[in-house]
């Protein structure tokens, strides 16, 4: 008795390649911008008096993203920045007092989507010492603000603000071995969230979850 959801979405990019920039090097950089929407949300599907069925709930959604891969030599950089912005329109809620949010309003009213990502810049670098068979790199990853939910379900969730942040990662990966038979091994040694940053996901509609705290990893892979 549901009707099957539906969306439309469209991408215009712009790729540029280019080469031996300053000496031997490559640049790779890439822009997209996208807008998807989607009618007859089944997260919307409620029962109502007047109508045994309604599915009235649409969302969109639409942003930017931008990669750009810098290599030369023993070294490269990676950077890449998202935005997403998202709204849903319709959207029941049974027995909640969100602002704006009623049994009369299903069709009229619209809210933020909230499991969307805060805009996030990412930053790697990394450099290859060929004599020792060494590469080590580092990872940043910056996150905006973005709106969630105080709790899932609940008729007395609110709307809260999580706070920006900055997460840090290092890793290291080391080939002891110069002989062809076991050359494709591998030691791999790694620190995430360097710093030991307390932040809730990105990617959640609550505030609820928490982060894994600095983790530390080593793994040893024997090839042959």
Known sequence: ???PEEAENYDLGLLMQKSNLIGRDDLLAKITYFDTSVDNVLETLNSDPSNPLTQVGTETRDGIEV?????RERSSFNI????INGEQKGYWVENSNLPGLSFQDVTKQSRPIYDIPGDTLSLAA???FYEFNLDVGWRGSFVGKRKVLSEAGSRDATEVTLDSYAVHDIFANWRPFKNSQFSNSVFRFGIDNVTNKRYQLN????AGSFSVARNVKMTFDLNF
């Open 1 to 3: 008795l549901y009707q």
């Open 67 to 71: 990669e750009m891969n810098y290599q």
């Open 80 to 83: 890449s920045y998202s935005k």
């Open 126 to 128: 990394n450099y290859v």
């Open 203 to 206: 990617e959640e509609d609550t």
